[in-house]
Structures are given as structure tokens and as C-alpha cells.
């Protein structure tokens, strides 16, 4: 079965700081990975995924296969960037399995 | 477009009561599914649908039932409600071959 892991519940950074949400995965195959986003009130909307290879917002992610690891990055943190943030990946049954979350808070 | 429409926004109900959370949507999606969200667990898939009159199970199914009679519809039914089911119910739904989600705006249910 897919297991998709973010460590962090939480995590706080100070504006114009580097921000990195770390996220794993376990799949045997090769999975196409995500990440969504959820603003205060809003619905989940894709921010990212591997296959595109895209900067949305200033934030990137790297799909290491030999670490299992899909970790999302931005350099400089904005205060509009505080939000929950799922990983999540989709194996062979095209099911979206969503890891448990990282509420990111960026301070001014 | 709409996108994916839901309601209730809110619930209550009392135990053992059964209700319907609707979900709508007007983009031709195939492929329609219910999570729900709670904290520290992230989103578990409930029910899924690939096409009218196709449903399937997913991660935690007990207490819910579905149906798709059409494709633009994936009603979500509770049975008889327990406190174990009050959450945050999103809809989404997606282009099969396609595996970006649209999700709804979310109905927050209270059993109490």
C-alpha cells in the first residue's frame, strides 16, 4: 500500500527565510507526486506536481527516488504562504494517497 | 464554471440521524470521489466513482454510502451519524488519465 509522510505538523519560519516541508513516500512503482495547498478557508488546489517540473509561487520540489523524497522548497518565505500543505501520490490505481499535513506559519 | 459545489457548508446532527452531503459538478469529470479531513490524519479516501452507476470503495467506507446516477452528481449518504464522523467532507473530482483533483469548498459536520 502507498504511505505518503510529512514529519511536520508544524513548522514556522520567519518572512524572507528558506522553507523546505519535507514529505516521503513508500511505492514500489513509480508514482506521480503533488503537492496541494490550503489557505485559510478555501479548498485544496494543487500548487504543484513532479511531472511538470514548475516554480508556482516561488516554491519547487524535487522527486529524489533514492531517498523517496519529495520535499517542497522556497527560498524566501512570504507571509501569504502560510497555509496547510499536503503531499500526495498516485500509484498504479490512480488513487491520491495525501500525507497528514504541514501547517506552515510564517511570521512577519 | 462552477468547478465542484457542495452542501451543506455546515451540520449538525444528533446521533443516529442519517442526511445526504451533495456534491455537484459541472466540468464533465469522470471521476468523482469524497475524502474526509481530520486533524493529524490529512485526507482519507472515502467512496470513489469512475462513471455513472460505477462506485468503489475507499480507505475508511464504513457508516457512508454513495451512488452516481449521472456524472455531474456524487451524493454522499450517512446512515445513522456517529461522533466518530464528525469532520470536514471534501468532494473532488478529475478527468480520468488525469490525476489533478479539483476540490470543493469542504461541509464541516458535527455529531453530536
Known amino acids: 500500500a502507498q504511505r505518503v509522510t510529512q514529519p511536520e505538523k508544524l513548522l514556522s519560519v520567519f518572512k524572507g527565510a528558506p522553507v523546505e516541508l519535507k514529505c516521503n513516500y513508500s511505492?514500489?512503482?513509480?508514482?506521480?507526486l503533488f503537492w496541494y495547498v490550503q489557505y485559510s478557508r478555501q479548498r485544496l488546489q494543487l500548487l504543484l506536481r513532479?511531472?511538470s517540473r514548475e516554480s508556482i509561487k516561488g516554491f519547487t520540489a524535487d522527486l529524489n527516488k533514492g531517498e523517496t523524497s519529495f520535499h517542497l522548497k522556497k527560498p524566501f518565505a512570504q507571509e501569504e504562504d502560510s497555509a496547510m500543505y499536503y503531499c500526495?501520490?498516485?500509484?498504479?490505481?490512480?488513487?491520491?494517497?495525501f500525507g497528514s499535513g504541514t501547517q506552515l506559519t510564517v511570521l512577519p | 464554471n462552477a468547478g465542484v459545489t457542495q452542501t451543506p457548508k455546515f451540520q449538525v446532527l444528533k446521533t443516529g440521524q442519517s442526511m445526504t452531503l451533495q456534491c455537484a459538478q459541472d466540468?464533465?469529470?469522470?471521476?468523482m470521489s469524497w475524502y474526509r479531513q481530520d486533524p493529524g490524519m490529512g485526507l482519507r479516501l472515502i467512496h470513489y466513482s469512475v462513471g455513472a452507476g460505477i462506485t468503489d470503495q475507499g480507505e475508511v467506507p464504513n457508516g457512508y454510502n454513495v451512488s452516481r446516477s449521472t456524472t455531474e452528481d456524487f451524493p454522499l449518504r450517512l446512515l445513522s451519524a456517529a461522533p466518530s464522523q464528525t469532520s470536514v467532507y471534501f468532494c473532488?473530482?478529475?478527468?480520468?488519465?488525469?490525476?489533478?483533483?479539483?476540490f470543493g469548498p469542504g461541509t464541516r459536520l458535527t455529531v453530536t
Open positions: 511505492y514500489s512503482g513509480s508514482p506521480e
Open positions: 466540468m464533465n469529470h469522470e471521476y
Open positions: 473532488a473530482s478529475r478527468i480520468i488519465g488525469d490525476d489533478e483533483q479539483y
Open positions: 513532479h511531472i
Open positions: 500526495a501520490s498516485s500509484g498504479s490505481a490512480r488513487q491520491l494517497t
